[in-house]
């Protein structure tokens, strides 16, 4: 089901907010189910979702009514198994970016998407998606130290 990954991709844009996620991703099957019947045929359903998603989480931030704040503490416990201080301060980090480098560092390095298939996402130039990732990742390094998403290898 892509209900679930929809959901995993929400988390990491909305900076690890589940009930923002979940949000997002009511909002984003509820656009979907509107504009079915009303297309010949989506031909690609689970990128349509994907599209729609992150177009609804960019609408959301713009809103000037969004009354909600964020907090610096996060009360909810991580999965049995993964490290959880790790994943706290990735997704305190990706919070700290701005909403469109958020979404091409989600879109990127989560979803593994290409820099042509961003680029379309997020209507973005091919030479933007690519100028954005190398600012969003020099912010991370700023923020959490050069050697924190140094590569294995070297």
């Known amino acids: 089901m892509r209900g679930t990954h929809l959901y995993r ?16 991703v009511q909002e984003t099957l509820g656009r979907m189910f509107a504009k079915w019947g009303k297309r010949d045929r989506i031909q690609n359903p689970a990128g349509y979702a994907q599209t729609v998603l992150v177009n609804t989480f960019i ?3 713009r809103r ?12 909810e416990l991580a ?9 706290l ?3 305190a980090a990706l919070a700290r970016l701005d909403t469109r480098d958020r979404a ?5 390095y ?7 298939e961003t680029a379309r996402l997020l209507g973005l130039s091919i030479s933007a998606v690519k ?23 070297s």
Do not use: I, M, Y
């Open 9 to 24: 991709t929400a988390c990491l844009l909305t900076g690890g907010d589940k009930h923002l996620a979940e949000d997002l």
């Open 59 to 61: 609408a959301n931030r």
């Open 64 to 75: 000037k009514s969004n009354a909600e704040r964020p907090t610096a503490e996060f009360h």
């Open 79 to 87: 999965a049995r198994g993964t490290d959880q201080d790790l994943r």
């Open 89 to 91: 301060t990735l997704l």
């Open 104 to 108: 091409v560092l989600v879109l990127r």
């Open 110 to 116: 989560w979803e593994d998407q290409s820099v042509e």
């Open 131 to 153: 100028s954005r990732s190398l600012r969003a990742l020099a912010r991370l390094r700023e923020q959490l130290g050069p050697d924190f998403l140094a590569s294995p290898e």
